[in-house]
């Protein structure tokens, strides 16, 4: 999906810069010197989940857009989020065409809660 995602994004003129997991994301931000205007994160993650990546990508002072795909979000992981200001949770699979428009235009109405 990682893969998939980086061409269709890309596809919108997004520069997409991809990770293996949540560390590697993590170290992929500082590599770029935290230069993101928005990063999208799986929740279910090896060696880091999302929500540890989302607690520490704030606690080193970012502060743009922050989307949360998952196949399976439970309400308890949602409660989790609350304090992290998320722009957006997207159930997986899910349009590409809704997740570029929210990261181009605003959160507006484009986040798919889970099921």
């Known amino acids: 999906m990682q893969s998939a995602l980086k061409i269709e994004l890309g596809m919108y003129g997004f520069e997409v810069v991809t990770a293996a997991h949540g560390i590697d994301a993590l ?4 590599t770029h010197s935290g230069n993101f205007g928005a990063i999208v994160t799986d929740n279910d993650m090896p060696h880091m989940n999302g929500l540890d990546l989302v607690r520490s ?19 308890e992981d949602l409660r989790a989020y609350q304090n992290h200001a998320i722009s957006g949770f997207f159930h997986k699979p899910f349009e590409v065409s809704l997740l ?16």
Do not use: T
């Open 57 to 75: 990508l704030r606690e080193i002072g970012f502060k743009g857009r922050i989307v949360v795909v998952s196949g399976n979000l439970k309400v």
């Open 27 to 30: 170290m992929q931000y500082k």
């Open 100 to 115: 570029a428009s929210m990261l181009l235009q605003g959160d507006e109405g484009h986040c798919s809660p889970p099921e």
